[in-house]
């Protein structure tokens, strides 16, 4: 027996969303700011901005990116 | 080392998708070379160096990625030489790090090359005339594997 038009518009429907649902939450994670430092040796560390010495490296981040303006503009066409 | 390092700087900016700017300094953190004021870029990434060196007292940071919503930002130390470079948001960091990683290492070695591959057609392809094959063929003999 064929499902009824009005369930598979809602089937459709949750589909989209859990889809969206899904691609906002990755957006989130790859979005996330962070700061990781690598030393001789192959060891490294990523640092959280609520401690000190992420806090630091931040604010030095963002004092080079003022430092380096904005972004120039791309030539039409340019992706 | 000045015009090398000036030309470390202008080939980073020229090679690497979505650079803002970079700047190179010696060991004792003086800027050598950068793609805007010199004064400036050396303040900025010697706090960004003094900060990842401060994050653990054992030893000196060799690489360090900050992101944040408005940009990204690299430094990267070999032989005495740090570059510090700001990009746009979500470059490719595998890329500009090698990119980073391979002018340091020609300009420890005190030339700096550019080693992108040439466009398709760019250099001509040096042909024999069937003249100079008859004349010497082993010289059009491949060499064996």
Redesign the interface.
Known sequence: MPPKPHRLLLDRVSGYADEASAFMRRRRI??R?????????GE??A?DAETE?GR?????????????????ARPRGQR | MGAEAERAVGLMKEISA?M??CALLDADGTALAA???LD??GS??S??I???D???D??????????????E?YALRHAGLTM?A?T?R?TLAALVVSDIRMILRDLAAGEVRDRRAPERGEVPVARESDEEIQADPEAATPPAA
């Open positions: 790859v979005r700011p962070f700061a990781r430092v690598r030393w001789a040796g490294s560390a640092f010495e630091e490296l931040f604010r030095a981040a963002a004092h080079l990116i003022d430092v380096a303006g904005p972004s120039p | 979505g803002r700017g793609s805007g004021e400036l870029w900025a990434a706090r960004l003094g900060a990842a401060a994050a653990r054992s030893a000196p940071a060799e690489q360090v990625h900050v992101a944040t919503e408005d940009g930002v510090v700001v746009d979500f």
